[in-house]
């Protein structure tokens, strides 16, 4: 069945950079592209960006700040978000691309940014 | 980009009865429309794609509607395990999300 598991929670201080791993299994990774999605303690959804095989499409919001990218050998994507501030407190989620929208979700890596 | 506009933000209904969600994108986002369930501390949950399309595993007491620019998800007889936060999805220009309706026993 299909599978995304994502790395554990991170504790960072502001000015930092994280990096969110999401692996993959159950299906032919290099098949499906994986979008980013991120929600702030009691707010809504988020989308930050998309990578397939090696290209990638970010919101606007982050772009500059943050970087996505994959591993075909370990079936693995990575989002990398950096000069971290208190507002990106919050739980990162990937989800498999499919044709536009996420069937199979991770269950989300919990960022906290505190000093 | 295109901005998603959810209605209401809070929707109190009881088990049982109809609840209606609305939808407006800014612009057309022809029938590439999906709708997500979120409980507390999950990950969100395909229910609706291409605005009317049920995803695998979905009551059929979930519907969907709509293209262009407005689009409504009913559900039909509210069960207990229905009640959370809904979002709407366009993906005809990359992703945007709705800022969510909440779905509460009345």
């Known amino acids: 069945q299909v599978q995304l598991v994502q790395s554990g929670a991170e504790v960072k201080k502001p000015g930092a950079s994280v990096k969110v791993s999401c692996k993959a299994s159950?299906?032919?990774?290099?098949?499906?592209?994986i979008s980013w999605v991120r929600q702030a303690p009691g707010q809504g959804l988020e989308w930050m960006g998309w990578?397939?095989?090696?290209?990638?499409n970010y919101a606007q919001k982050f772009q500059g700040r943050v970087t996505m990218t994959t591993d075909t050998s370990t079936s693995t994507a990575y989002m990398e978000l950096r000069s971290l501030r208190s507002d990106d407190t919050a739980v990162y989620y990937c989800?498999?691309?499919?044709?536009?929208?996420?069937?199979?979700w991770g269950q989300g890596t919990l960022v906290t940014v505190s000093s | 980009e295109i901005v998603m506009t959810q209605s209401p933000a809070t929707l109190s209904v009881s088990p049982g009865e109809r609840a209606t969600l609305s939808c407006r994108a800014s612009q057309s986002v022809s029938s590439s429309l999906a709708w997500y369930q979120q409980k507390p501390g999950q990950a969100p949950r395909l229910l609706i794609y291409g605005a009317s399309a049920r995803a695998t595993g979905i009551p059929a007491r979930f519907s969907g509607s709509g293209s262009g620019t407005e689009f409504t998800l009913t559900i039909r007889s509210l069960q207990s395990e229905d009640f959370a936060v809904y979002y709407c999805q366009q993906y005809n220009n990359w992703w945007t999300f709705g800022q969510g309706t909440k779905v509460e026993i009345k």
């Open positions: 159950g299906y032919t990774f290099t098949n499906y592209g």
């Open positions: 990578t397939y095989n090696g290209n990638t």
């Open positions: 989800a498999r691309d499919d044709t536009g929208f996420g069937v199979y």
